[in-house]
């Protein structure tokens, strides 16, 4: 069975950093993009940052210059750096995966969710 693990968050104070871990275990032949979202109460979830499996990465405009995320090469693991926080950082962070399963019955690509880890920003 596939999932993904996500482990790092926690309290923090304001302006002060985090590092979150996402990681894709179980029977895997590939794991594609990995990405890192956020969501907070009453509103929709929202995309940060993607790490492709050729070590690509893209931010959204609301983290550029303050997250970075780290992933090596064809790997399962994710991590996210997150600098000078604000209180507006608070939120429940999730991975997303796309996974393609070793699967004898063919090759496809699905969608995973991690369980989520919240991060709370307070002075």
């Known amino acids: 069975q596939v999932q993904l693990v996500e482990s790092g968050g926690g309290l923090v104070q304001t302006g002060g950093s985090q590092m979150l871990a996402c990681a894709a275990t179980g029977n895997i032949f590939a794991v594609e993009d990995m990405a890192w979202y956020r969501q907070t109460p009453g509103k929709e979830r929202e995309w940060l940052a993607t790490a492709t499996a050729t070590r690509k990465m893209s931010y959204a405009d609301i983290v550029k210059g303050r997250f970075t995320v780290s992933r090596e090469r064809g790997s399962y693991i994710m991590l996210l750096f997150m600098n000078a926080l604000t209180e507006e950082d608070t939120a429940v962070y999730y991975c997303?995966?796309?996974?393609?399963?070793?699967?004898?019955?063919?090759?496809?690509?699905?969608?995973?969710w991690g369980q989520g880890t919240q991060v709370t920003v307070s002075s």
């Open positions: 997303h995966a796309k996974i393609s399963p070793n699967d004898p019955d063919g090759w496809h690509l699905d969608d995973h």
